[in-house]
């Protein structure tokens, strides 16, 4: 993971991390089958940060420049409550969501990867970007995972944060006390 100067600060503040899809909670594939349905790969482990992340008091929400059924039903098994799909300039459920939430700019991180990420990313308390983003987008990010988007990169990123709060420890600890696991999702 590379991080700059002030990220461990900035990520100190954050209440709230707001995910592109494609590229982000996925790899970027959207494959299509014969009758014209979606498919996109989630990995478990992102999921199971997004449930920590839940745990610990961390707000999550989604916007994405596209809309589809598999980030409705993927966000809901997530418990992730504001989703915004089907918004290329995704200033608008930027500002829905910090007006909703009642939350200011440096309380919130956004993980992005390409281009169209860009003007929410650096109004952000924390940009954050994955490790295979575009170099304009990792140029902008306080914090840029070692992990690719969809393998792992949206995990890395919520356990910095975490750990930066103090918050890590207690939920790892959980772990070791195998009666705890009730609501996990991955």
């Known amino acids: 993971m590379e991080q700059k100067a002030k990220a461990l600060a900035c990520a100190k503040k954050i209440q709230l991390v707001i995910f592109d899809v494609d590229g982000v ?72 969501i910090k007006d909703k939430l009642g939350l200011s700019d440096e309380q919130i991180g956004y993980v992005g990867d390409d281009l169209i990420d860009l003007p929410i990313m650096m109004q952000t308390g924390l940009p954050m970007a994955v490790a295979d983003a575009a170099l304009e987008v990792k140029q902008e990010a306080l914090l840029i995972s070692g992990q690719p988007g969809g393998r792992g990169a949206v995990r890395e990123l919520l356990e910095f944060i975490l750990k930066a709060q103090g918050k890590w420890q207690a939920l790892l600890d959980d772990f070791y006390r195998p009666a705890r696991f009730d609501g996990l999702a991955q």
Do not use: M, W
């Not at 940060?49 to 929400?61: D, Q, S, Y």
């Open 25 to 96: 909670l996925t790899d970027g594939s959207i494959c299509i089958g014969p009758s014209g349905e979606l498919f996109k790969p989630f990995f478990c482990r992102d999921g199971q940060g997004i449930t920590l992340a839940h745990k610990a008091g961390l707000k999550t929400a989604v916007i994405t420049g596209r809309s589809s059924e598999q980030v409705a039903i993927r966000a809901k098994e997530l418990h992730i409550s504001e989703v915004f799909q089907g918004n290329p300039d995704k200033r608008k459920a930027y500002e829905a």
